[in-house]
């Protein structure tokens, strides 16, 4: 379980979050809906420890960002990588010794061409893929189905089920309010910094 107290940041005088709180269970999804700038992706940078923050996060695993697997809205991968050893490097910054990954290319993307030539999907594809060897036990998914195809977004929804099934927990976020509905067990609402349940399965 994680668990998220009074969790607020600001940018100089703009205050973004303003005393957040959730309970964050094994096995369970949960939806973040708000317009652009609502705080979304602040949260998600705040929980994964990119961005510092007031307020407090305990979790019972024994160091949270060795757990965390963060799908960032726009990936970014370095100059002249290929899409292979992104996997590689992924793997290896969790000490799992993996190669064959032409097996777990579940997207059947060109591993062998620079990732930095995909398209906007394929590079959303790639990450996804790489988070998923990580094995982490918490997925954050900033706009996971933007800019992917239609096959590909039932592919994702298939992934989260799984995760759910093996114990996962995920944070969702998404302009689709399908995809969550069809994902979620919950799914709240950020407004004015502040969150409120918006939906419940």
Known sequence: MIKIERLSKSYGKNQVLRGIDLHLEKGKAYGFVGDNGSGKTTLFKCISGIETHEGKITS?????????????????????????????????????????????????????????????????????????LQKNELFILDEPFSGVDFQSNLKILEIIQELKTNGKTLLISSHILSTLTDSCDFIYQLKDGVIQPFAHK
């Open 60 to 132: 019972d695993l024994s160091n949270i960002k060795n757990h965390l697997g963060y799908l960032q809205t726009a990936p970014v991968f370095l100059s002249r990588i290929t899409g292979w050893e992104y996997l590689k490097l992924l793997c290896t910054s969790r000490q799992i010794k993996e190669e064959n990954f032409d097996e777990e290319n579940i997207f059947e993307l060109p591993l062998q061409e620079y990732a930095e030539n995909y398209s906007t999907g394929m590079k959303k594809k790639l990450a996804l893929t790489a988070l998923l």
